[in-house]
């Protein structure tokens, strides 16, 4: 069974920094996957943050986070993966749930219908 857990959340002041992380298991980490980073905002809809192919590439990245957000991924073992998300420069606007998410079928990571697998969530917020 898949499972997706996130960790890292927390209470920042703006210009801080926190370091997110998922791990990602219960499956066979090849070369067929790809994780991406999701945040949903009070009030507004999900939005994709960025997000990393099995082959290590990076993908698409927010304009909102670019030049603040970094993703990277290690595999320890072929059934766990954990992916980071280094927020710098952390703004109020960056406040929301973070969730990440694994295609199990698709390395392309650019296409949000591609992810089969979600994890629950954990909340970033920004003070002023």
């Known amino acids: 069974e898949v499972q997706i857990v996130e960790s890292g959340g927390g209470l920042v002041t703006a210009g801080g920094s926190l370091r997110l992380s998922c791990i990602a298991s219960?499956?066979?980490?090849?070369?067929?996957?790809?994780i991406g980073w999701f945040r949903r905002a009070p009030g507004k809809e999900r939005e994709g943050v960025t997000c990393i192919m099995s082959s290590g590439e990076r993908g698409y990245i927010a304009d909102s986070v670019k030049d603040r957000f970094t993703i990277s991924s290690e595999t320890a073992k072929s059934t766990v993966t954990t992916v980071y998300l280094q927020m710098d420069s952390l703004k109020p606007e960056d406040t929301a749930v973070y969730y990440c998410?694994?295609?199990?079928?698709?390395?392309?990571?650019?296409?949000?219908?591609?992810?089969?697998?979600w994890g629950r969530g954990t909340q970033v917020t920004v003070s002023s």
């Open positions: 219960g499956f066979t980490f090849d070369d067929n996957y790809a």
């Open positions: 998410s694994l295609s199990t079928y698709r390395s392309d990571c650019n296409y949000e219908e591609y992810y089969d697998h």
